[in-house]
């Protein structure tokens, strides 16, 4: 991975066998980033996305390779919420919460720091870590 940044604006380029979410991460932790706007485009060979279900409390498993979200922090720690969408062979596209995705060529993220703090707490009735 290597990355730039230009004031409030991280523009990364990810390698091929990175995995994306610990690359955010990474990205986070060194850049101190408490909140931020995640957007990225480019292909995974290897990845899991779930679509959450709401009366199950429990995550579906898909596929992806659009990316879009968030990072910010629960319990002050790091804390990361993406979204990815991928079109396959037929033109079919499938998305969801990201869970893991390897990148195959490489990816291209931009990453706009807010500058600011929005810490998550767990929602017992949903589910769900909200802001």
């Known amino acids: 991975m290597e990355y730039r940044r230009f004031k409030d604006t991280i523009v990364a380029r990810l390698d091929r066998g990175e995995e994306i979410l610990a690359q955010v991460k990474e990205i986070a932790l060194k850049e101190e980033i408490k909140l931020a706007s995640v957007q990225a485009l480019g292909a995974v060979n290897k990845f899991t996305v779930g679509v959450f279900k ?48 390897v990148v195959s060529a490489t990816c291209e993220m931009v990453i706009t720091v807010i500058d600011g703090a929005v810490d998550r707490y767990y929602d017992e009735q949903i589910g769900l870590n909200l802001f």
């Open 54 to 101: 709401t009366d199950e409390k429990e995550y579906l498993a898909n596929e992806i390779v659009s990316l879009t979200g968030t990072v910010n922090t629960m319990n002050d720690e790091f804390y990361c919420h993406l979204h990815m969408s991928a079109g396959n062979d037929k033109g079919e596209v499938f998305g969801g919460h990201l869970n893991q995705a």
